[in-house]
C-alpha cells in the first residue's frame, strides 16, 4: 500500500490540496485511507492509494448523475445541485438581479397597503361592535319601557273594570 502527502494526493485526484484536506476530514476515522502523523506540535496526515481509488470513484459517481441537463441531485445535508445551460444561467442571473428588485418592491407596496386595510377593518370591526353593544341597550330600555307600559295599561283596565263593577274589587 502506498502513502501520499497532501500535495501528491491533489496531484493525483486533480484538484487542489484545501480538497484533499476537506476529504481527508470526512475520511479520517478510515485508518486504511488516512493516517495521522506527528512532527513536532504539528499533525499532518497521509493517505494511501485506496483514498484516491475512493475519492476518484465518488467523483466519477457525482459527475455521472449529470450526464442529463434535467438532473437534480439532493445532497444529505439538505442541498440541491443541479446544471444549467449558459442561456439558463443567464435567464437565471437576470431574474435574480434584476427582476427580483422590482418585485421586491412591489410586495413591499402591497404589503404596506395590506397594513393599512387591516388598521381599517380592524377600526371598522370596533365601530360595528360599539354600534352593536349600543343597539342591545337601546332595545333593553325599550323592552323596559314596553313592560312598565303594559303594566300601566293593565292597572288603568283593572281600574275602570272595577269602577264598572265588571271584575270585583278584592279589598274587601
Not at 479520517?28 to 506527528?38: D, G, Q
Not at 319601557?145 to 275602570?160: G, H, P, T, Y
Amino acid at each position: 500500500m502506498n502513502w501520499f502527502n497532501t500535495n501528491d494526493a491533489a496531484e493525483a485526484l486533480k484538484i487542489t490540496p484545501t480538497r484533499v484536506r476537506q476529504l481527508i476530514k470526512k475520511h479520517r476515522s478510515n485508518k486504511e485511507l488516512v493516517k495521522a502523523t506527528k512532527k513536532g506540535t504539528r499533525t499532518t496526515y497521509i493517505v494511501s492509494d485506496k483514498f484516491i481509488e475512493v475519492c476518484q470513484t465518488n467523483r466519477t459517481t457525482f459527475t455521472d448523475k449529470f450526464k442529463n441537463d434535467d438532473d437534480v441531485l439532493k445532497l444529505p445535508n439538505g442541498r440541491i445541485v443541479t446544471s444549467f445551460s449558459e442561456d439558463e444561467y443567464n435567464h437565471l442571473d437576470k431574474v435574480i438581479f434584476e427582476e427580483h428588485p422590482k418585485i421586491l418592491a412591489e410586495y413591499q407596496k402591497v404589503k404596506k397597503e395590506l397594513e393599512e386595510i387591516e388598521v381599517r377593518f380592524k377600526d371598522h370591526i370596533a365601530d360595528l361592535r360599539n354600534e352593536r353593544n349600543y343597539l342591545r341597550k337601546s332595545l333593553d330600555n325599550q323592552q323596559e319601557q314596553f313592560s312598565k307600559l303594559l303594566q300601566a295599561v293593565q292597572q288603568r283596565n283593572l281600574i275602570e273594570a272595577t269602577e264598572k263593577g265588571i271584575k270585583p274589587n278584592n279589598d274587601d
